[in-house]
């Protein structure tokens, strides 16, 4: 099926781990995003990527890492987890930048991590 | 310091009224502003946008207005319907700007009542 996914789409973790959050899709889009959302704020962007081995910070990089090297496939890694980055995560992707006019973002049905 | 604000966390409607969703922002640089829809458990999904240059656009029962000298745009949706009961985020777009793409509000969550 033609889509955006993630996996997993729970995760608990323990403080100090290090933990993958991965995300693809099909349809071939320049651009993917991984957001965070937590209550009271908006959806925050973490890191985005243009293409393939071009990745950027967002928002609210700190303590995430990420990589691109296929187009399909952008993995968030949190590289020592801690109780702050308990969130629930969406990756999106978009056809043009979206700033682009009606360029919108697909996205994910996203990922729910706990860090205790 | 919040650019996008949505200040109703929620909102509850009557079946078949108008739903009216209202959004603050405060840069006049803002490009353009979309509205996604989300449903528990699923990601968001792109609902209408409205160009700067625009003061109305229309998508058959939704319709957002923008009010550039209030700073303020709103989404209508007329009937409201059982399915429309979701968390409606408002969303900006600086021009050119490559670091944050989109500046969400905290989004509105809208109870459609039978």
């Known amino acids: 099926d033609a889509g955006i996914t993630q996996s997993p789409r729970y995760k608990i973790t323990e403080t100090g781990r290090q933990v993958t959050l991965m995300c693809h899709q099909t349809?071939?889009?320049?651009?993917m995003f991984w957001y965070r959302q937590d209550l009271g704020h908006g959806l925050r962007l973490i890191y985005y990527?243009?293409?393939?081995?071009?990745?950027d910070k967002g928002e609210v990089p700190d303590g995430y890492v990420v990589s691109r090297s296929k187009t399909e496939n952008f993995p968030l890694t949190l590289e020592s987890a801690t109780r702050s980055q308990t969130s629930v995560y969406f990756c999106a992707s978009s056809e043009a930048s979206p700033s682009s006019y009606n360029s919108p973002l697909h996205f994910g049905n996203g990922t729910r991590l706990t860090v205790t | 310091d919040q650019q996008v604000k949505q200040n109703s966390p929620s909102l509850s409607v009557q079946e078949g009224r108008i739903s009216i969703l209202n959004c603050d922002y405060t840069?006049?640089?803002?490009?353009?502003f979309l509205w996604y829809k989300k449903y528990p458990a699923e990601g968001p999904t792109f609902l209408i946008s409205?160009?700067?240059i625009k003061d109305k656009n229309e998508d058959g029962r939704f319709t957002v207005f923008l009010n550039k000298s209030a700073k303020h745009l709103s989404l209508h949706i007329v009937p409201s319907q059982p399915g429309d009961s979701a968390v409606y985020f408002c969303?900006?777009?600086?021009?050119?700007?490559?670091?944050?793409?989109?500046?969400w509000g905290a989004g509105t969550k809208l109870i459609i009542k039978p």
């Open positions: 349809w071939s889009h320049s651009y």
């Open positions: 990527s243009a293409a393939a081995d071009i990745t």
């Open positions: 969303a900006a777009v600086l021009p050119m700007d490559s670091n944050y793409q989109l500046i």
């Open positions: 840069n006049s640089m803002f490009d353009y």
């Open positions: 409205i160009s700067s």
